[in-house]
């Protein structure tokens, strides 16, 4: 029984991983862009909603664009690995 606990604590573990891996290079370039503007917000008293929104989605679908094939490949290698494994556990 405790080699299926530690079985799905790894693939939990794996999960939280592969997770942050794809999110990553979408929120990361959001956030500075976002402090970036909110800093020329503050500067300028600026107070504009559309201002922070729109170039945060400029920047994330140009991100999704250039990092979207390899999250993709990333998310497919997790999932195959999975059930590959199947077999591994109902023995």
């Given amino acids: 029984m405790t080699d299926n606990a530690d079985f799905f ?3 939990a573990q794996q999960a939280l991983w592969i ?4 999110a990553a290079p979408l929120l990361i370039p959001a956030l500075l ?5 909110g800093m020329v ?3 300028t008293s600026v107070n504009e909603q559309t201002l922070t929104f729109v170039p945060k989605l400029v920047v994330v679908a140009v991100m999704l664009a250039i990092f979207g094939g390899s999250i993709l490949i990333l998310i ?14 109902l023995l």
Avoid: C, H, M, N
């Avoid at 862009?33 to 503007?37: A, K, N, T, V």
């Avoid at 497919?76 to 556990?89: G, H, K, N, S, Y």
């Fill in 9 to 11: 604590v790894a693939i």
């Fill in 41 to 43: 917000q503050a500067a």
């Fill in 76 to 89: 497919a290698d997790f999932t195959r690995e999975i059930f590959d494994r199947i077999p591994d556990l």
């Fill in 33 to 37: 862009i976002g402090l970036l503007l």
């Fill in 19 to 22: 997770t942050a891996l794809a």
